[in-house]
Nanobody
């Protein structure tokens, strides 16, 4: 079973930028869709963004377009999330999500079969 390992979570101030990364443990097996969800305390897990492997199509949560940018290094089975102009409401645990199949356009947690353990992002005001 492939595992996903996130990194980059931190405590930052409002307006700062932060970059998260996620790497799949088995780089010999191609994962099609990789991306991110987040979960704030007391709230449901929320879709952030994904990118597919072959077509490199991206999907973003409408509320995050323009501030968050997703990218992939297919050779390394790595996905990154560049976050800018961070707000206190961006505070959450950010989870890497992935699936071996094309999950373009899907935004529910149930659509993804692989998950990381999460990395904490805290934005202070």
């Amino acid at each position: 079973q492939v595992t996903l390992v996130e990194s980059g979570g931190a405590l930052v101030q409002a307006g700062d930028s932060l970059r998260l990364s996620c790497t799949a443990s088995d780089r010999s097996f191609r994962i099609d869709t990789m991306g991110w969800f987040r979960q704030a305390p007391g709230k449901e897990r929320e879709f952030v963004a994904t990118m597919t492997y072959r077509t490199r199509r991206t999907t973003y949560a409408d509320s995050l377009k323009g501030r968050f940018t997703i990218s992939r290094d297919n050779g390394e089975n790595t996905v990154s999330l560049q976050m800018s102009s961070l707000k206190p409401e961006d505070t959450a645990v950010y989870y890497c999500a992935a699936d071996y199949w094309d999950r373009y356009g899907l935004q529910t947690p149930e659509s993804f079969g692989l998950w990381g353990e999460g990395t904490q992002v805290t934005v202070s005001s």
